[in-house]
């Protein structure tokens, strides 16, 4: 299974952009790169996928480097609530089926 | 649209006592979920079905827990006897469909989850 390395925590300033890391050396052709994201107490949300093009969806962007071995995801204008446990994920296959498998996330701190 | 519902929020719980969870999916969602997350980690799949059939049960410990998911709806999730280090946060999740194709992307949907103490 590909597996994913991300940084345990980081902070962003209020109004900047967060820019958050994902790196996935293992990642087979036809797995997709999943964000999701956990606020506190809540389960986890979805963000964002993509396969190899760059995405944008009203939540944030995913950019997906050309040999897709790593990933970022972007916050443009981070708010407190953004605030959570972000989850890169690689889906895997299983069978004829796929299931999200979560490494420990980086938290983001948002600060004003 | 509503969301995934479970229930209890809330359970605690004595250890070798025995409990039970439940989720009802997004109507509609062949592909249930469910996921133990311990305070600080990342959530770990237990139990994937489809429709009412197991897909991956390869990580759930099957000497005292056990899932069904009857007629294809609803889902229970057991444990019995549990054991302190069960203490977690339960998440029940769905999808439309999660298979080869264009219904790889669908995304999962996750409820509030259940929060076990065991004693």
């Known amino acids: 299974d590909a597996k994913t390395t991300q940084p345990p925590s980081m902070d962003c300033a209020e109004g900047r952009a967060a820019n958050l890391p994902c790196n996935h050396s293992t990642i087979s052709g036809n797995e997709y790169v999943y964000w999701y994201r956990q606020i506190h107490s809540q389960g986890p949300q979805y963000i964002i996928h993509g396969l190899k093009n760059n995405e944008t969806n009203e939540m944030a962007s995913l950019i997906i480097t050309e040999d897709r071995k790593s990933s970022t995801l972007i916050l443009p204008h981070a708010t407190l609530r953004d605030t959570a446990v972000y989850y890169c994920?690689?889906?895997?296959?299983?069978?004829?089926?796929?299931?999200?498998?979560f490494g420990q996330g980086t938290t983001l701190q948002v600060k004003p | 649209e509503a969301g995934v519902a479970q229930s209890p929020r809330y359970k605690i719980i004595e250890k070798r006592q025995s409990v039970a969870f439940w989720c009802n999916p997004i109507?509609?969602?062949?592909?249930l979920y469910w996921y133990q997350q311990i305070l600080g980690q990342g959530p770990k799949l237990l139990i994937q079905f489809q429709n009412n059939g197991v897909v991956d049960d390869s990580q759930l410990p099957k000497d005292r827990f056990s899932a069904e998911r009857l007629k294809g709806v609803d889902s229970t999730l057991k444990i019995q006897p549990a054991k302190l280090e069960d203490s977690a946060v339960y998440l029940c999740?769905?999808?439309?469909?999660w298979g080869g194709g264009k219904e790889m992307n669908t995304e999962a949907f996750f409820g509030q989850g259940t929060r076990l103490t065991v004693v």
């Open positions: 999740a769905s999808s439309f469909r």
């Open positions: 994920i690689v889906r895997v296959a299983s069978g004829n089926t796929g299931k999200l498998i």
């Open positions: 109507s509609g969602h062949a592909t």
